[in-house]
């Protein structure tokens, strides 16, 4: 079945450092991949999206790029903010198998940046 | 544009009691899914539901548990007996038609049972 493995945290950055969350994927057709990220007490928000290889997702200076040829989605941000600190989820929709109409989420990974 | 509204926040109850958590999608939305995370962990697939039909109930345990997206009305996602275990937070999420798109997430119930 479709499964999400994500780097585990909790990762702790200074602010304005660089930051890497990897998230690698196995699904059986051709997924579209999600970050996602939760604050604290809340659901979670659609950070950005691809549809397709090499498309890649962007949103409030996060960036992840569709690599099919290594079945990844990893999530970058050049410069962190104290703002930024939350959980950050990969998740897959895939069309294919049996897991046609529901996504796959992910451990989530907890960043916490500090000033 | 209201989101998605689940009710209530926070749900107590005792062990052997029913909880009942709502979950109302975003207008025009037909699909509902229903999530439960554990502190410090993921998020688990529950259930998936179109109007009035069980897509995928893989994630729900078989006994207790049970979910329901009538026509009218909101999802209803039903634990009866509960016990210590089922104290999690359950999060509501719908989507429109379509593997393009995304997840709209409720803020989740929080239930603790005593």
């Known amino acids: 079945g479709d499964s999400v493995t994500q780097m585990e945290g909790p990762v702790t950055l200074s602010e304005e450092a660089f930051l890497t969350i990897n998230c690698t994927y196995t699904?059986?057709?051709?997924?579209?991949l999600f970050w996602y990220v939760q604050y604290p007490g809340e659901g979670l928000q659609l950070l950005l999206k691809?549809?397709?290889?090499?498309d890649k997702g962007s949103n409030k200076g996060f960036e992840a790029t569709y690599r099919k040829e290594t079945t990844s989605f990893h999530l970058e941000k050049g410069s962190v903010q104290v703002s930024d600190s939350a959980v950050y989820f990969c998740?897959?929709?895939?069309?294919?198998?049996?897991?046609?109409?529901?996504?796959?989420f992910g451990d989530g990974t907890t960043l916490t940046v500090k000033p | 544009n209201a989101g998605v509204m689940q009710n209530p926040r926070h749900l107590v109850r005792r062990r052997g009691q029913e909880a009942r958590l709502r979950c109302s999608p975003v207008?025009?939305?037909?699909?509902v899914y229903w999530y439960r995370q554990l502190p410090e962990e993921g998020l688990k697939f529950m259930v998936y539901?179109?109007?009035?039909?069980?897509?995928?109930e893989s994630g729900m345990p078989k006994e207790r548990f049970s979910a329901e997206f009538p026509k009218e009305g909101p999802s209803i996602l039903r634990i009866q007996q509960v016990v210590r275990g089922d104290s999690a937070a359950y999060f509501c999420?719908?989507?429109?038609?379509?593997?393009?798109?995304?997840?709209?997430f409720g803020n989740g119930t929080r239930l603790t049972v005593t």
């Open positions: 699904a059986t057709g051709y997924p579209s």
């Open positions: 539901l179109q109007k009035e039909n069980i897509i995928d």
């Open positions: 999420a719908s989507s429109q038609q379509g593997m393009d798109s995304p997840l709209h």
């Open positions: 998740a897959l929709s895939d069309p294919g198998g049996t897991n046609a109409g529901k996504s796959t």
């Open positions: 691809a549809t397709k290889a090499d």
């Open positions: 207008k025009g939305h037909s699909h």
